[in-house]
């Protein structure tokens, strides 16, 4: 059989599983083959793919790595590392668009939690990010916004900086989020004085602070839930 017959063949019958079963029963390598044929017409991408889970571990690694790393792996070329990314922070505004913001977050809070852990959970460098909302808890338009970058470990936040930013947007309340690239969510004691902070300065200008979140690969660790906050704002009729 002509080789380019055989892997086109090979290609639809992934198709045709995905169509009808999504990935349930696919390998992890024929997940990635799969979307490799997407952006490599005409070529048999089964040893790519593994190559790349043998490169970089896992599928959530390949689609955590840098592009250029990415496109250093023997086939991969430019437009498939730029595709992986492109289709990361489309999952991301995806998940952000499915955040309320008619109604109370607290009722939905488990997509903003998988909205950050798939926004900040692969980074390399620690940065802080905030939600802003409105009276009714939903969120802003456009209201997740990233206050401070750094090198791990060495973001810097400050209340007032973020108490400005909220009355700036006319925010009614807000959650504050960042990462551990350690692997660990476990706050420090940097980040209990910083939560602690927040919380005072927010209570002094009557603005709800609903939550920290500390994301980290795998994990997320809530202030709130854990119950190192005062106890969670009820909604504004």
Same mark, same amino acid.
């Given at each position: 059989?002509?080789?380019?017959?055989?892997?086109?063949?090979?290609?639809?019958?992934?198709?045709?599983?995905?169509?009808?079963?999504?990935?349930?029963?696919?390998?992890?390598?024929?997940?990635?083959?799969?979307?490799?044929?997407?952006?490599?017409?005409?070529?048999?991408?089964?040893?790519? $793919?593994?190559?790349?889970?043998?490169?970089?571990?896992?599928?959530?690694?390949?689609?955590? =790595?840098?592009?250029?790393?990415? /496109?250093?792996?023997?086939?991969?070329?430019?437009?498939?590392?730029?595709?992986?990314?492109?289709?990361?922070?489309? /999952?991301?505004?995806?998940?952000?668009?499915?955040?309320?913001?008619? /109604? +109370?977050?607290?009722?939905?809070?488990?997509?903003?939690?998988?909205?950050?852990? @798939?926004?900040?959970?692969?980074?390399?460098? *620690?940065?802080? *990010?905030?939600?802003? @909302? #409105? $009276?009714?808890?939903?969120?802003?338009?456009?209201?997740?916004? %990233?206050?401070?970058?750094?090198? =791990?470990?060495?973001?810097?936040?400050?209340?007032?900086?973020?108490?400005?930013?909220?009355? %700036?947007?006319?925010? +009614?309340?807000?959650?504050?989020?960042?990462?551990?690239?350690?692997? /660990?969510?476990?706050?420090?004691? #940097?980040?209990?004085?910083?939560?602690?902070?927040?919380?005072?300065?927010? *209570? +002094?200008?009557?603005?709800?602070?609903?939550?920290?979140?500390?994301?980290?690969?795998?994990?997320?660790?809530?202030?709130?839930?854990? %119950?190192?906050?005062?106890?969670?704002?009820?909604?504004?009729?």
């Amino acid at each position: 059989m002509d080789s380019a017959k055989s892997h086109e063949g090979h290609r639809e019958r992934l198709r045709k599983r995905f169509e009808k079963v999504g990935f349930t029963g696919f390998a992890e390598h024929e997940i990635v083959e799969l979307f490799l044929t997407l952006c490599l017409p005409r070529k048999d991408v089964k040893p790519l $793919a593994k190559a790349l889970l043998c490169e970089f571990g896992s599928i959530r690694e390949i689609f955590d =790595a840098d592009p250029q790393k990415l /496109s250093q792996v023997k086939g991969m070329g430019h437009v498939a590392p730029i595709a992986i990314k492109i289709i990361k922070n489309f /999952s991301e505004l995806y998940l952000k668009e499915t955040i309320p913001r008619d /109604s +109370s977050i607290i009722d939905n809070y488990e997509r903003l939690e998988n909205f950050w852990r @798939l926004r900040l959970g692969g980074l390399k460098n *620690e940065v802080f *990010e905030i939600a802003l @909302l #409105n $009276a009714q808890l939903g969120l802003l338009k456009d209201g997740v916004v %990233r206050l401070e970058e750094g090198v =791990a470990n060495r973001t810097n936040a400050y209340p007032r900086k973020i108490m400005e930013y909220i009355l %700036r947007n006319h925010a +009614s309340a807000f959650i504050v989020a960042h990462n551990h690239p350690s692997g /660990s969510p476990t706050p420090s004691d #940097n980040d209990c004085t910083l939560t602690n902070r927040i919380e005072k300065a927010a *209570e +002094s200008l009557e603005i709800a602070f609903v939550d920290h979140v500390i994301v980290a690969r795998d994990k997320i660790f809530s202030f709130r839930k854990e %119950r190192l906050i005062g106890n969670p704002p009820h909604t504004k009729k």
